[in-house]
């Protein structure tokens, strides 16, 4: 039996696991031309020698800038260490993790983002709890150095995953954390074209652990998560791995019938007193008409929505839409999809 006290006391049993030989650290690369190249060596220099074998995946999410040139300048530099994945436009912070971790062969990964905001020493924290026999290891923070704005979509985020995915109330979702190989494993057998990365964790084990890391100010830039993007990132965890939102369509469906009913005997009543006992003033059948019209219109349109937001997904899934496409791969021999050579630099 393991028990984590590290912030929940959260209790999950789990076999000990063999301490990790080989880590993956994949990284998903989104604007961050000033950014990956230095991340890289940071991470070859600081965990190379607590491995027998470290990969690192860098994935391509269509970015607009030159972080496909500094990916290949570091490639030179930490030859047969980095596999990268250039994908074909932009698919999402998601869809690029699932992408990169179809091309995992190490024991277990660690994901991290771009931006230098988790420390790539902290990895070892995450791994060392993972060894203690977690199938998932996430990190949370004693303060987080995001824009107010992330933080409140993270708080919303958080309440969301508590009440759709049943989410222990304890365990905050970090995009930093490690994964087991057999958690790995599962997670790529999901083949939609929305996947939720925490919420695949989630319904696949319970051998969650975390881990207090230390979290930084970013470097550079901002963060990439827009309000559409986080609008987004919420639509994909309500309709593709919950039917609440549908339950309460229902459930306000019934409630809406009830008020609809204490209207009707509100009206009955009102032309009942005006018409027998204050003369008539008001037109008949007027305020039932524009209150019924404006009400049940817009809930109608509003259960639709939901219900439409559901059939165009199976839409969609049906149609194959892709969860992503690669373009390129380097690094990875054997790879249908790679490159025989590397682009050459240039010098943007």
Known sequence: MVLDES??????????????????????VYNSESTIGPLVDVIAETLSGHFERIEIILVNDGS???????????????????????????????????????????????IIDDDF???PGEILKLVNKLDE????????????????????????NDWMATKLLKKPKGLYLSSFKVMSRFLVDEVI??????????GLILRTTNAIGTQLCEHRSRQEGRSNYTLRRLIRLWLNMSTS????????????????????????????????????????TMPPGWASIIVSVTMFAGIQL????????????????????????VRHTYGIPGEPHAADEQDAPSGR
């Open 241 to 280: 791995f919950s039917v609440a939102p549908l339950r309460f369509s229902s459930i306000l469906g019934l409630a809406m019938s009830a008020f609809g009913f204490l209207l009707t005997i509100f009206f009955i009543l009102s032309w009942w007193i005006e018409g027998k006992i204050m003369g008539g």
């Open 133 to 156: 026999g977690y199938e998932v290891v996430y990190s949370y923070y004693d303060r987080k150095e995001h824009h107010w704005f992330r933080n409140a979509g993270s708080k919303f």
């Open 7 to 28: 912030k929940s006391g959260f209790v999950y049993s789990s076999e000990p696991r063999m301490r990790t030989k080989s880590l993956a650290i994949l990284v998903p």
């Open 64 to 110: 607009p800038d030159n972080s496909h040139q500094r990916v290949l300048e570091t490639m030179q530099r930490h030859p047969g260490m980095v596999k990268y994945i250039r994908l074909a436009r932009n698919f999402g912070e998601h869809n690029a993790v699932m992408c990169g971790l179809r091309y995992v062969t190490a024991g277990c990964v660690a």
């Open 189 to 198: 057998r999901y083949k939609g074209p929305y996947p939720y990365i925490d």
């Open 302 to 325: 509003c259960v639709l929505g939901v219900i439409g937001e559901y059939v165009g997904r199976l839409f969609l899934t049906e149609n194959r839409q892709p969860q992503s496409v």
């Open 117 to 119: 905001q988790n420390p």
